[in-house]
């Protein structure tokens, strides 16, 4: 098996992120569950969209995300994701390679517009995702780059991207490449709210033998295994995949692997302004670590303590250099 010479390849949700303050009673006016994430047509997003305020944009998508965390933390990462070509398309392509994360994949010429999500943030610092995916679904086998995907340490999926069925079967082809290659699958299940229509795939992914590190969280866990209680989940899914590591929130994460569990607090916060993206820094700092051969104890510190500085500002990407801060 050759040496590898990128820490980690990505494919996901290729979407620009639009965020917004608001109040609970725009929520409840636009009967939109605070906390939740929905998909939305383009005309709903539309709609939407008109009706929030003044909103900042800048390149968003969960496993984006998650290396735009792995380059600011001194790591090499690339992402694989379908745009359009259109205005959204170049943010989304220069503000990735403005943050050092290769970005190669062909725009869409014809075709559904970039995705973008609606993010709405309450005083508390919740958000409120409104997804519509556009382009991003489009992501073909014929965008896969074979080399980029056999050179990397680490795949790393996101599940928001594994339903239709022209993005999961560029996945499955990935998940192939990569394993060919000796290299390991690391996979997020995004959003609870992905799992209910796509519990079988997921499923079937993992019982296959196709990841070897799974992200969830605490009620992500309980709605693939169908489990009541969380000690249930862990020991159902901790004996499919090698690395099994669930986010807590504020109380923290739990880390399985060869038999052993580990347990951390979350990373001290003095405020809370916005949660986007906590879960993809977490993977972020976590990815990040296991690159550089740390203990799976180290790996959910590193990941608690990117979490903990993207939570204090607006938006899914850091704006400090996480390299000083988590000491790789």
């Not at 050092?100 to 609606?118: I, Q, W």
């Not at 405020?271 to 993206?277: A, E, F, K, L, P």
Request: proline share 5%; charged share 20%.
């Amino acid at each position: 098996m050759a040496d590898a010479t990128l820490d980690i390849v990505a494919m996901g949700d290729a979407i620009v992120d639009v965020i917004a303050s608001c109040d609970d009673e725009f929520l409840t006016r636009h009967r939109l569950p605070k906390g939740s994430m929905q998909l939305l047509t383009p005309a709903q997003a539309d709609e939407l969209y008109a009706a929030m305020g003044v909103a900042r944009e800048m390149s968003g998508g969960s496993a984006a995300n998650s290396m735009a965390g792995i380059a600011a933390m001194g790591g090499s990462s690339a992402f694989i994701g379908q745009v359009a070509e259109d205005q959204l398309g170049l943010i989304f392509e220069h503000d990735m390679h403005a943050l050092g994360v290769r970005f190669e994949t062909p725009p869409l010429e014809d075709g559904p517009p970039t995705g973008r999500c609606l993010i709405l943030v309450t005083p508390d610092g919740q958000r409120t995702m409104n997804t519509c995916p556009g382009a991003s679904h489009e992501l073909s086998v014929d965008a896969l780059d074979r080399d980029m995907i056999a050179s990397a340490s680490i795949l790393f999926l996101e599940g928001y991207l594994f339903g239709p069925a022209k993005p999961r079967a560029a996945m499955m082809e990935a998940i192939e490449v990569a394993h060919s290659a000796g290299r390991k699958v690391g996979f997020t299940l995004s959003e609870s709210v992905c799992i209910a229509e796509r519990k079988e795939p997921f499923t079937q992914m993992i019982d296959s033998g196709g990841v070897d590190l799974l992200f969830a969280n605490e009620d992500e866990a309980l709605q693939l295994t169908g489990r009541t209680d969380l000690q249930s989940a862990l020991g159902e899914l901790g004996a499919k995949v090698p690395t099994l590591v669930i986010t807590k929130g504020p109380q923290g994460a739990i880390g399985i692997e060869a038999g052993q569990m580990i347990a951390i607090p979350a990373a001290p916060v003095e405020q809370v302004i916005d949660t986007t993206g906590a879960g993809d820094l977490f993977a972020a700092g976590f990815l990040a670590a296991r690159c550089k051969g740390a203990s799976l104890e180290r790996c959910l510190w590193t990941g608690a303590i990117a979490a903990g500085e993207v939570i204090k500002h607006y938006g899914a990407r850091p704006i400090v250099d996480l390299k000083t801060i988590v000491q790789l």
